[in-house]
């Protein structure tokens, strides 16, 4: 119920949104089970991050509906949300607030994937679309892993198998 009211009520105001929250967290509502840190991260609302935390959000919950993904694996997949063929640089903030904050880095999900194998899936995702939207006769962009990211995201004893997996093959 939270996280449908939180999507009906995404064109409110920071302000309004906290509010309704802690309406909703009166009556009961679990904010780590409701995946609400998830739904901010994944809709780049920067500014809903510390207060969430603050009214008793996990930063590092797994939410079962989307395989144990958590919010700094979802930010990991958002990283190159901003990237434009005139502007390349990856989005740092969100993964640095989170890893700030307390996200750790060495949570695997279900299939014993970091936040870093989220990263490597999300460029090798914008690689293969280009490559089949643009041809390699065209001579798409490629986007390569930023080494900044890299160490901010990967696990203290290296990438999982499950992360290599997902590493760009272009």
């Known amino acids: 119920e939270l996280l449908a009211k939180l999507v009906a009520s995404s064109e409110r105001s920071t302000a309004e949104t906290l509010q309704l929250i802690d309406g909703l967290v009166a009556d009961g509502a679990n904010l780590s ?7 901010a991260v994944a809709n780049g609302r920067n500014d809903m991050i510390q207060p969430l935390l603050s009214r008793g959000a996990n930063v590092n919950a797994k939410d079962p509906r989307v395989g144990g993904a958590t919010a700094l694996m979802i930010a990991a ?3 190159l949300s901003k990237v434009r ?3 390349t640089e990856h989005d740092t903030h969100m993964v640095a607030m989170l890893i700030a904050l307390g996200a750790d880095k060495n949570v ?5 994937c970091s ?6 899936a999300a460029i090798r995702g914008m690689n293969d679309f280009n490559a089949a939207l643009l041809g390699h006769v065209l001579g798409g962009p490629r986007y390569k892993v930023d080494k900044t990211l890299q ?3 990967t696990p203290t004893s290296g990438p999982t198998a499950a992360d290599m997996d997902r590493a760009d093959d272009h």
């Open 108 to 112: 695997v999900d279900d299939e014993g």
């Open 77 to 79: 997949s958002k990283a």
């Open 115 to 120: 936040a870093l194998g989220y990263y490597y």
């Open 33 to 39: 089970r409701a995946a609400v840190l998830h739904f």
């Open 85 to 87: 063929r005139d502007m």
């Open 151 to 153: 160490v901010m995201l």
